[in-house]
């Protein structure tokens, strides 16, 4: 484990929101509708989006660029500006710690055939309000069941 996140997981653990980041991946259909990247978690397999820790020398933009390669599969252009965040409880170890997620919308242009994490995670393309009925947390189902708007306004 790293510096930075040993020192993020230290601060949550005594109550201090950590950071991670997010991609939202996102693909325009021919018809000109949205669908959205969900993957499962590798322990609950619950459906989330590709997040991890900010990484050092990288924006966090791209750092959730990396997360969505590694967890998802896929490439594409980050918006640089995130649409908006999460909070959740990490399951760690030593307990539950609080973390807040800031998240990226990712315009899909690759969808790898093999990636890091495929034996570990599915991965699912869903309309925006399908997607968001099936997201644990309130906040991220409220942007990915916004998020056809969201871009639209970039």
Known sequence: ???????????A??????????????????DGSMRVMLITTRG???????KGWPMKKKS????A????RQEAGVVG???????????YWKRLSVGFV????????????????????????GRKWLCPEDAATLVDEPALASLVRRMPELIRRR
């Open 77 to 87: 252009q980050m918006a640089r500006v995130p649409i908006g965040s999460f909070r």
């Open 60 to 63: 966090s933009a791209a750092a």
């Open 98 to 121: 609080p973390i807040i997620v800031r998240v990226f919308p990712m315009a899909v242009e690759t969808v790898l055939d093999s990636w890091k994490e495929e034996a570990e995670r």
């Open 44 to 50: 609950t397999r619950r459906f989330v989006v590709p």
């Open 13 to 30: 653990i005594k109550g201090d929101p950590a950071n991670q980041v997010a991609a939202l991946p996102y693909r325009l259909a021919a």
């Open 1 to 11: 484990m790293n510096k930075r996140k040993r020192r993020a997981i230290r601060s």
């Open 65 to 68: 660029a990396c997360e969505a």
